[in-house]
């Protein structure tokens, strides 16, 4: 495909909307699809921008669900706060996506924030003192959360404006895998693969190990602080039980299994995993499950990490690199597409 | 006579009570091949490590193109235009070649602020300058912005950066090899893509760390005439560590011996060769006998003929 240099920029953005805004109008109106495929497009949002880290920069943080919360209860607030204001001189509908983005974006913010006042101290260190401090970050969070009165307590947030849709959560989804693909791409996402690859070859070789790394936990941060803020603006209630520790190492799993580095890799995998839960619950119901409802719902819930701990085994076993290692799932799949390989980027 | 571009004075580093270094120095001009030899255990790779930033001395002081740097990160270092392989091969191995070099082939197109501009701020503050760190970080975002949206300019930029990548790998006959990840190369090909990954860096100054390790004789014959069209072409200094001492004594003008973190001899290779100190730390009897050189008859206390 051969694009002039100002075209290549833009139209994936037009592309994407297209297709979006398409998809808005056939499957909007369809709730529970609407619902499944935001939670899986929150998870998506997770997986890639963990995998900027974890994957790329061969860093590992197991705080995710962290910065998630930080995103969530940012951009809860905020709608919370300004949902009986409109814009004026919008129709309510467009005001609402308007406080939509701004909200998302706040959490984004403020993620990113936290990111850097967490990264820097830990990623001038080499070694596994991320993943311990973003664990502590996690767990901080949550304890915060669940002790202050603005943010509810334990009982959380409840009555935010439900103002996301197909379209802004996929929206999300392709602006992470937009941003992860051109970093890979570029100077920058070449610097982060020598970090993972060498940190003292990288640094000899005129690489910013240490400022490369926390921009890399920076960005990640933020697209968590956006996952978050789509969450919190179509589930009914956020409570300090969505963010716990369980939730980070999910995404961790997903990246893991995806393969560490590779973009589609998390991307099928997040997928995959959220997916999964759902078909276990339909499985349960074709074999005649005794009772619907909260029973099964919770039988659903405890074998789920039963099946994750034994997936996860059954890959290591299989293939230890991941689903599809450091590629890309085109580097793998199209043997009959006469393509030669690139290399990483 | 061209500038000093690397200076070593007094240079020493001690690891708690061990003395790994002491009283190191050491001058590179432009053109400059010098060798730094001596037994398994001298000192020469923590020189290296010394003089890139990896370790910061203890005693002395280092300036590279005129610049102290003691202290600095090896990152900052590399800026000032110093570069190095490494003794065990680190490539990132699972990178192209190509890659391989890009990732050392740093724009000099800063977005905001110049280059020039920050390391005169910088020169002027002595280093510490939070407003060059300032312009520096704005850079960055900047920079960051332009890959995310994939910019014209940006796009240019990298053309041009694979272009210099291209011609690097070039230069050390490896374009054969552009799109292969970098373990799956042989011996002597990762050796030399880890030089033309240094050189990516645009040096002034190249260390190299045992090249010819693990070469058979007719590449390390090869090694010899690339290190000298090299610092020709590329107007380099050079600083060599190696074992192979046909190779040193036939590419160095300049040998500086180490023997327990000691300068025990510098000089041209003729002397040093026959150096008795460095005969009995270093080269041993049978190197001589095999070169056809009289055994010295060794009194204990024979003075030090160091220059």
Redesign the interface.
């Known amino acids: 495909m051969t694009l002039g240099?100002?075209l290549?920029?833009v139209v994936p953005v037009v592309l994407a909307i297209a297709v979006l805004a398409l998809a808005q109008l056939l499957f909007g109106h369809l709730p529970f699809f609407v619902y499944l495929a935001s939670i899986v497009g929150v998870n998506v949002v997770l997986a890639v921008s963990l995998n900027i880290v974890n994957g790329m920069t061969g860093q590992f943080s197991i705080g995710h669900a962290g910065f998630m919360a930080v995103g969530a209860y940012t951009a809860g607030k905020m709608s919370l706060l300004i949902k009986d204001v409109a814009i004026s001189g919008l129709p309510t509908a467009v005001s609402d996506q308007v406080q939509l983005v701004g909200t998302l974006l706040a959490g984004g913010v403020a993620a990113a924030i936290c990111g850097f006042v967490v990264g820097l101290p830990s990623l001038r260190l080499r070694g596994d003192y991320l993943a311990i401090v973003t664990l502590g970050f996690g767990e901080i969070i949550r304890v915060v959360v669940q002790n202050l009165d603005v943010f509810g307590r334990a009982l959380g947030l409840s009555g935010i404006p439900q103002t996301s849709s197909l379209f802004a959560v996929w929206f999300c989804v392709f602006l992470v895998i937009?941003?992860a693909r051109?970093?890979v791409g570029?100077?920058?996402g070449?610097?982060l693969?020598?970090i993972r690859?060498?940190e003292?070859?990288?640094?000899?070789?005129?690489?910013?190990?240490t400022?490369y790394k926390v921009?890399a936990f920076v960005i990640s941060s933020f697209f968590a602080g956006v996952a978050g803020g789509l969450f919190a603006h179509f589930v009914p209630i956020i409570n300090p039980g969505s963010f716990t520790f369980v939730k980070s190492i999910e995404v961790v799993v997903m990246v893991v299994a995806g393969g560490l580095g590779s973009t589609t890799g998390a991307i099928v995998a997040a997928v995959f995993l959220t997916l999964l839960p759902e078909a276990l619950r339909s499985l349960f119901l074709q074999l005649g499950g005794l009772d619907t409802g909260a029973s099964l719902a919770q039988k659903v819930d405890q074998i789920r990490m039963p099946v994750y701990g034994i997936l996860l085994v059954i890959l290591m076993l299989v293939r230890p690199q991941g689903l599809f290692g450091?590629r890309e799932i085109w580097d793998i799949v199209p043997r009959w597409w006469p393509r030669?390989?690139?290399?990483?980027? | 006579m061209s500038e000093t571009l690397l200076q070593a004075s007094g240079v020493g580093i001690e690891f708690g009570g061990l003395r790994a270094l002491r009283g190191f120095d050491l001058e590179i001009r432009q053109g400059d091949l010098k060798g730094l030899i001596g037994p398994n255990g001298a000192g020469k790779t923590t020189a290296f490590n010394l003089l890139?930033g990896?370790y910061v001395p203890t005693q002395g002081e280092i300036r590279v193109c005129g610049e102290r740097v003691n202290g600095r990160?090896?990152?900052q270092i590399?800026?000032l235009g110093l570069?190095?392989t490494?003794q065990n091969i680190?490539?990132?191995?699972?990178?192209?070649a190509?890659?391989n070099v890009?990732?050392?082939?740093?724009?000099d197109e800063r977005p905001l602020f110049s280059r020039a501009r920050i390391d005169e701020l910088r020169r002027r503050t002595g280093g510490r300058s939070s407003v060059a760190s300032a312009m520096d970080a704005l850079n960055?975002y900047v920079?960051?912005w332009r890959?995310?949206?994939?910019?014209?300019g940006?796009?240019?930029?990298?053309a041009e950066?694979t272009r210099r990548a291209e011609e690097l790998l070039e230069v050390m006959g490896l374009s054969h090899r552009r799109?292969e990840?970098a373990r799956n190369l042989p011996y002597g090909e990762q050796r030399r893509l880890e030089i033309a990954?240094?050189l990516?860096?645009r040096p002034r100054v190249l260390l190299l760390d045992e090249p010819a390790a693990g070469m058979n004789t007719r590449e390390k014959a090869d090694l010899m005439v690339l290190i000298r069209r090299l610092r020709d072409q590329f107007s380099l200094g050079l600083l060599v560590i190696e074992h192979d001492m046909k190779l040193v004594m036939g590419i160095c003008e300049d040998i500086t011996v180490l023997d327990h973190g000691v300068t025990i001899a510098r000089g041209a290779p003729e002397r040093v060769r026959q150096d008795p100190k460095v005969i009995e730390a270093y080269l041993g009897d049978s190197y001589l006998a095999s070169h056809g050189m009289a055994v010295p008859t060794r009194t204990p206390t024979s003075e030090t003929p160091s220059a």
Do not use: Y
């Open positions: 240099p100002r290549r920029g937009l941003v051109r970093i570029s100077t920058h070449r610097s693969w020598a690859e060498d003292v070859a990288a640094e000899a070789m005129g690489v910013d190990t400022g921009r450091t030669s390989r690139k290399g990483i980027t | 890139t990896v990160q090896p990152h590399n800026h570069a190095r490494f680190r490539l990132f191995r699972a990178l192209t190509l890659d890009r990732v050392a082939c740093l724009s960055n920079d960051w890959a995310l949206l994939l910019t014209p940006f796009q240019k930029e990298e950066l799109d990840e990954r240094a990516g860096t």
